[in-house]
């Protein structure tokens, strides 16, 4: 069972009974599974099962304006006397480094941590350099119910990057992709550099993978769990093999034509995409062209006069 359905369960067989026993502030209430770890984001299996993993779920409230101090604790202390095994499945005795995943928490702390706005308005500073997995973590899982519709509101308000945002990102990333990989890779590889070859290949995957999950209007979520979310992605579905094999085969004298030709053909079906979104006016082959071209799209003056690796 994935975390997340036994959160649910949990909530479902416990949770809903222990909060009606609040009914002044159950309107105020919100519940459900998102934030950190694998669960949130459905990509948990038996060898995650190591750590950090129970029945549980959060309970998410207002402003101490809204549902006050006693109130609060008085609702955590109802959460700690929930069963503490569901499913053959116990209760953490220690919490995970980084505090409480699980449990009573106010929906202003739990977006501060991660946007650093506590209600989702976000200043064009501050999507710029937000890393993509932060937003993830904020948009991530699943809501149970939001009696007061806060939460749920927060969360699609900060559903995906606004457009000139994503087109910024978009071309910083086009641009990297050009320098390492349809340029530095082969002069790397010329200058009998390796492992340099290597690192130039690194630095085009990292890139490859943000322009597919922007294309795809997602985000990427924590690097470790890259690969995973890529497959599920409609768009581009096979360049996860394709940025693989780049990462795993080496760089010797049989292997290094095969990497240069895939990355050309990473770089042709990036740029079909950027032409069926109508992202890019450019014709040809060179990525650091449509990097440019996206980026003269982008309709706010400020965002489109920035540097275009601003937002990398």
Known sequence: MKGLELSRSYFENFGKTMLEEFPDILPKIAAGLCGSGSEC????DDISRDHDFEPGFCIFLPSEETVDRRSAFLLER????????HMGIKRLKIQPVGGPRHGVMRIEDFFKARTGSPDGHLTTDQWLSLPDYTLAEATNGEIFFDNLGQISRIREELSFYPEDIRKKKLAGNLLLMAQSGQYNYRRCLDHGETAAAQLAVDEFVRAGMAACFLLNRRYQPYYKWGFRAMRGLKKLP???????YLL?????QGNSGEKLSVIEGIAADIIDELSEQ???KAICQDLEKHAYSVNDSIEDPQIRN??????V
């Open 78 to 85: 109802a959460y700690s006397k929930l069963p503490s095994e």
């Open 238 to 244: 096979y360049l996860p093999d394709l940025l693989e």
């Open 278 to 280: 109508n992202l890019t």
């Open 248 to 252: 795993t085969a080496d760089n010797s």
């Open 41 to 44: 984001f459905g990509f948990d």
């Open 306 to 311: 920035l540097h275009v690796l601003a937002a």
